[in-house]
């Protein structure tokens, strides 16, 4: 059966099908060269998003007329506004003619005695000459050298119990060769890349290289970088802004000043990338990750249960405090620059953070009733990457020169056209005769994924978001992923002859950045009839050899059943939708855009505002949280900060709950005109979190809220000040508004 | 999910405030399904039942196409082989994005396996295909038909 989709069918898509006419092309590459001078403009500061929306600039009946002397929709011969953008130039590169490299590994390094300055509780305000090139400096000012907040309220909370024994260290950088790839494995095993080669910054060997400005990944390289972490061994993560002085070198998007966010990370809120404590190029922010398992000072207290536990370097365990039903697998870390993070995380501020633990070793052969012995390798007592695969899937577009291109076509949200896994366009990646782990990573800015294999066998899910789920569960497709969505996939390969290749499909077909147009069947997504070009076979495994040795992973029946929570001490609503309202308007915390959220039935529609408080739950207390979608036609990943949570019902309904969903969790798809109910909790740390739709486009348009851990001002202030950078030192101010409902 | 099932409405309705969200009106239709998987080790003939759901989402602000969320479940799908009389098990649920029509045709993948395999032996596709017409006027799912075959798909692209 052949089905039209997409503008087979009389939808429109955002990329121009490649049928179109040279007239339309031209008339498309204008348009997109003044939507280009929109974003240049709003990222040197010369436009705000309200002067913007003032102008009707982000909707089609926009008017403004720019130096190209046309509209930013061009008035268009063919109808249709906005024009679409013309395809990315693929300069006759065919699919799958390029390895897809492993991640670049950061080295671990001990500490203490590592890091100089050696890192302290408290914000290290040592001062520092500052570049008169950053934004409000002037000759012979200073500023810290630090750009964490100052002061007790962002030092460390569990520094002196949990000092760092790791130091991570990377900086934010300018696109440049990579010169010391440390993929961990060997070459065989990382489809014949030569590790000593350097790896200059393309999407594929034959595509220009990007210059220095359209990409800022972690040191500046490909392929995107992974720490590796274990439970019990804090980590201290100094990542220094050595971006751009000069806002405006940027390559048209993209701003310098930056703030990581360790998603899902369980820690204090000074170490998870507040969206208002970004730092400036010059600084550093020490991160401290203590790596530990939730509720460790109410359960398992004294560390005597092995299943919480972490990989010794002799190939045993250590027990370590919490709940083991808590145990984390794979994060992610990435940019959350207030109003920025689309354009950042696009420009490839974008890592992953795999987290072993005795269940999750990371050796598949130590059989001590402990380890869950998931596909890994065997050669090191746990972090084994030989089968165990980080993949980030993305979205990107070109612009005609190559260079990556970051498009606005509204506020729905960003679609590129090509389709890339750890930054290469549709690569292949050699596999064994063996069962593999994939820790898939959704990186898009607005796009979701539905993934299937081409030849529709089975694939095993046991993880999503990174917890372990309570059973694997068998799918031939996965859920609808959405953004910052990951799901880890176990796919045996023993099944495959040698020379047999199989692909990954993506069967989510998008018209515009809205969330899926239509779910395509596998049948429909081979046929090539979509007119979404991420409609599509994205990464070819190759099967090249059987193993040297015997497989002995395994994919256990039971794996990490879901944590008992304690009794609940209130609810909240919160609605997600357009048409929200502006209440406040502090020029740095406050961002107005169309998106907004709505807190517990009251106040209306808000825009962000990171100085605004709209909940605050009791430091060890249990939540349940409904998360609606007050839209119909749209979908929202939200992302809830710091725990995560089970669902508890979809609509209303625990029947309705996948059974892929059926783990912990921390983002959540509303899906259109839907609701989600779920039950977190608060524990542990404190501080000011986040709640956000991962449609980072509807993020940097205000649908974002603050929310902190209120623990009655013990040992914080309460409510908490809000931290307001500056090149010369971070200052406070008093929260802008606290909602009603909030406390 | 040690969270009992039980308990989720007596959590819901603790309302300290307000009431559960309200919902769009679901649609649901169950539909016996059947059919033949040929294929290797052997052909197997599966039958059940198929629960379809739809709930309808117009786009309130934009005055885009709407969409409907498609959820299908199946329902005691056993089969059996042809040749070794072995029983067959086909479970699974999946929740689809689709454009908002009045007749859509629906293909799903599922695994399928040997009663009690483990996760890693299960190793079969079947696909799944529902024919439905649903009236947005009565939100309803005025019929529906399900058939079940193996795979037959195009090469890769």
Redesign the interface.
């Known amino acids: 059966?052949v089905?039209l989709t997409g503008a087979a069918?009389g939808?429109a898509t955002v990329y121009l099908s490649k049928k179109s006419s040279n007239a339309r092309f031209r008339e498309a590459e204008n348009a997109r060269k003044n939507r280009a001078e929109v974003i240049k403009a709003l990222s040197h500061g010369q436009v705000t998003r309200r002067d913007l929306i003032r102008l009707g600039l982000m909707t089609a009946a926009g008017s403004f007329v720019l130096t190209n002397g046309l509209s930013i929709y061009a008035s268009s011969a063919y109808a249709s506004i906005p024009t679409g953008a013309p395809p990315s130039p693929l300069f006759g590169v065919q699919p799958f003619t390029a390895p897809m490299p492993r991640f670049d590994v950061l080295a671990r390094h001990p500490e203490p005695g590592f890091l100089n300055p050696a890192p302290t509780a408290q914000a290290n305000t040592t001062q520092q000459p500052l570049n008169p090139a950053l934004e409000g400096v002037r000759p012979g000012d200073t500023g810290p050298i630090e750009g964490r907040p100052p002061g007790p309220i962002w030092a460390h909370q569990d520094f002196a119990a949990r000092p760092p024994r790791i130091a991570v260290v990377a900086s934010q950088a300018q696109a440049q060769t990579n010169t010391v790839y440390n993929p961990q494995v060997p070459s065989n095993l990382n489809s014949g890349i030569n590790p000593a080669a350097p790896f200059p910054f393309k999407f594929h060997p034959a595509f220009p290289t990007q210059a220095p400005n359209s990409c800022w990944t972690f040191n500046g390289t490909l392929p995107p970088k992974l720490i590796q972490v274990r439970y019990g061994e804090p980590v201290l993560f100094r990542h220094t802004n050595r971006l751009p002085f000069n806002k405006k070198q940027n390559n048209g998007f993209g701003i310098h000043t930056i703030s990581i966010h360790e998603h899902n990370g369980h820690h204090g809120a000074e170490n998870d990338g507040f969206t208002g404590a970004y730092f400036y190029p010059g600084q550093f922010y020490d991160y401290h990750y203590p790596v530990v398992l939730a509720g460790l000072r109410t359960i398992n207290p004294q560390a005597t249960d092995p299943r919480a536990s972490s990989p010794t370097d002799a190939g045993g365990i250590v027990n370590v405090p919490g709940d083991f039903?808590e145990t984390m697998s794979t994060h992610w870390f990435h940019d959350h620059m207030f109003s920025f993070t689309s354009q950042n995380v696009y420009k490839g501020i974008a890592g992953m953070f795999n987290i072993y633990s005795g269940l999750d070793r990371g050796n598949e052969a130590i059989n001590d009733g402990v380890n869950l012995r998931l596909p890994s390798g065997t050669a090191k007592p746990w972090g084994n990457l030989d089968y165990d695969v980080n993949l980030m899937i993305a979205d990107k577009a070109f612009d005609g020169t190559g260079q990556l291109f970051f498009d606005i076509f509204d506020f729905?949200g960003f679609l590129g056209d090509v389709m890339t896994v750890n930054f290469i366009f549709k690569p292949f990646f050699e596999v064994e005769r063996r069962?593999y782990r994939f820790r898939i990573l959704n990186g898009s800015v607005s796009r979701f994924f539905k993934l299937?294999l081409?030849?529709?066998?089975?694939m095993?899910l046991i993880a999503n978001d990174g917890n372990l789920m309570?059973s694997?569960v068998?799918?031939?497709?996965t859920?609808?992923m959405g953004i910052a969505e990951r799901f880890d996939i176990?796919i045996?390969f023993s099944?495959y002859a040698i020379g047999q290749k199989v692909?990954m499909?993506n069967l989510?077909e998008h018209e515009?950045g809205?969330?899926?147009?239509?779910?395509l069947?596998?049948?429909?997504a081979?046929?090539?009839n979509s007119q979404d070009p991420c409609v599509?076979?994205f990464l070819e495994f190759r099967v090249v050899r059987d193993p040297a040795t015997p497989d002995v992973s395994?994919?256990p029946?039971t794996l990490i059943?879901?944590?008992?929570?304690g009794p609940?001490a209130?609810?909240r609503?919160f609605?997600f939708s357009?048409?929200a309202g502006q209440t406040t308007n502090d020029p740095v915390t406050t961002f107005f855009g169309p998106w907004g959220i709505e807190t517990?039935?009251r106040g209306g529609t808000l825009a962000a505002d990171f100085g605004r408080i709209s909940a605050a739950p009791k430091a060890g207390t249990r939540e349940?949280w409904?998360l609606?979608n007050g839209?119909?036609?749209?979908?929202h990943p939200i992302h809830i900060h710091f725990e995560e949570a089970?669902i508890?019902?979809r609509?209303?309904s625990?029947r309705?709950v996948?059974?892929s969903e059926?783990g912990r969790k921390d983002v959540f798809r509303l899906?259109?005109?839907?609701?989600v109910?779920v039950?977190i909790q608060f524990r542990d740390y404190g501080g000011m979190f986040m709640e956000h739709c991962h449609n980072t486009v509807h993020e940097d348009n205000a649908m974002l809220l603050r929310w902190e851990i209120d623990d009655n001002g013990a040992p914080f202030v309460r409510p908490l000040p809000t931290p307001i950078p500056t090149p010369q030192g971070v200052k406070f101010e008093a929260p802008t508004d606290i909602l009603s409902?909030a406390f | 999910m040690k969270t009992a099932h039980w308990l989720v409405p007596a959590v819901l309705s603790l309302s300290l405030g307000f009431a559960p969200a309200a919902h769009a009106q679901t649609a649901s239709k169950t539909v016996p399904i059947a059919g033949i998987v040929s294929g290797q080790p052997e052909s197997v003939v599966f039958g059940g039942a198929a629960r379809i759901e739809v709930t309808e989402a117009v786009d309130n602000v934009s005055g885009s196409p709407p969409r409907m969320v498609v959820s299908i479940t199946l329902l005691g799908m056993s089969g059996r082989g042809s040749s070794t009389g072995a029983t067959y098990v086909l479970s699974g649920q999946t929740t689809l994005t689709r454009r908002l029509v009045a007749n859509d045709v629906v293909e799903v993948t599922f695994p399928f396996s040997v009663l009690g395999s483990a996760a890693v032996a299960v190793t079969q596709t079947a696909v799944a295909s529902f024919s439905f017409s649903y009236d947005a006027t009565s939100n309803k799912i005025v019929s529906a038909n399900a058939s079940i075959a193996a795979l037959n798909l195009p090469a890769a692209n």
Do not use: F, Y
Not at chain 1, 514 to 519: C, I, N, V, W
Not at chain 1, 521 to 524: G, I, K, N, P, V
């Open positions: 059966m089905r069918r939808g039903h729905d069962k299937a081409s030849d529709g066998s089975p095993i309570p694997p068998v799918l031939t497709e859920d609808e176990v045996d099944r692909r499909v989510t515009d809205k969330g899926p147009s239509e779910d069947s596998l049948a429909e081979l046929s090539g599509c076979t395994q994919v029946a059943p879901n944590p008992v929570q609940v209130r609810t609503l609605e357009r048409g517990d039935n349940i409904t609606k839209g119909g036609g749209w979908d089970l508890l019902a609509d209303g625990a309705n996948s059974p059926g899906r259109p005109g839907g609701t109910t039950s409902t």
